[in-house]
T-cell receptor
Framework: KAGVTQTPRYLIKTRGQQVTLSCSPI?????VSWYQQTPGQGLQFLFE???????NKGNFPGRFSGRQFSNSRSEMNVSTLELGDSALYLC????????????FGSGTRLTVV | GNSVTQMEGPVTLSEEAFLTINCTYT??????LFWYVQYPGEGLQLLLK?????DKGSNKGFEATYRKETTSFHLEKGSVQVSDSAVYFC?????????????FGSGTRLLVRP
């Protein structure tokens, strides 16, 4: 079965712009989480969504937002981009929160210039 | 709060050498523990997991045992291959009220030379 699909794979944006990243979970998975990976901060939790509801949010500014649709697909949005937002953004899905671990996608590499 | 500490890398080994990557954790309650692996340009792949004390997770020759008394979950492999070169992340599950997230260590890069 298809894995977790993240689009696009690569993005280059300018400071001040906004960006939307997409994640399609494994079929049947209803929980989606997002993580940011940077060389300096490592892997940090952004959000968790289940049944279209944000269940948890990490310690990120309000410029970072997300949502989940009825088909469990999720998007995250970053507004007013800063250079420090350059990172690999990883999406992970699971049947339900905490169920048997998460399956990660290949990520979206965002570069802010 | 909960946290994970991994040994600093890079770890450089010759093919067929024995591998240990140390991981210790701080947590309230009884988290599940995981090892993930990341190959260049890719996302994270679950390597193995353990859900309770004394459980041993194993996969592809890698093993780790959930040691509650020492709060450790060290990753071991008896004979590494060049294809094992990657970054390895130790993680624990952090369960809040109706929510769940993974807390990761900083990662340990493994380089295996032929």
């Amino acid at each position: 079965k298809a894995g977790v699909t993240q689009t696009p794979r690569y993005l280059i944006k300018t400071r001040g712009q906004q960006v939307t990243l997409s994640c399609s979970p494994i079929s049947g998975h209803r929980s989606v989480s997002w993580y940011q990976q940077t060389p300096g901060q490592g892997l940090q939790f952004l959000f968790e969504y289940f049944s279209e509801t944000q269940r948890n949010k990490g310690n990120f500014p309000g410029r970072f937002s997300g949502r989940q649709f009825s088909n469990s697909r999720s998007e995250m949005n970053v507004s007013t981009l800063e250079l420090g937002d350059s990172a690999l953004y990883l999406c992970a899905s699971s049947l339900a929160p905490g169920a048997d671990g998460y399956t990660f996608g290949s990520g979206t590499r965002l570069t802010v210039v | 709060g909960n946290s994970v500490t991994q040994m600093e890398g890079p770890v450089t080994l010759s093919e067929e050498a024995f591998l240990t990557i140390n991981c210790t954790y701080t947590a309230t309650g009884y988290p599940s523990l995981f090892w993930y692996v990341q190959y260049p340009g890719e996302g994270l792949q679950l390597l193995l997991k353990a859900t309770k004390a004394d459980d041993k997770g194993s996969n592809k020759g890698f093993e780790a045992t959930y040691r509650k008394e020492t709060t450790s979950f060290h990753l071991e492999k008896g004979s590494v291959q060049v294809s094992d070169s990657a970054v390895y992340f130790c993680a624990l599950s952090d369960r809040g009220d109706s929510s769940y997230k993974l807390i990761f260590g900083s990662g340990t890069r493994l380089l295996v030379r032929p």
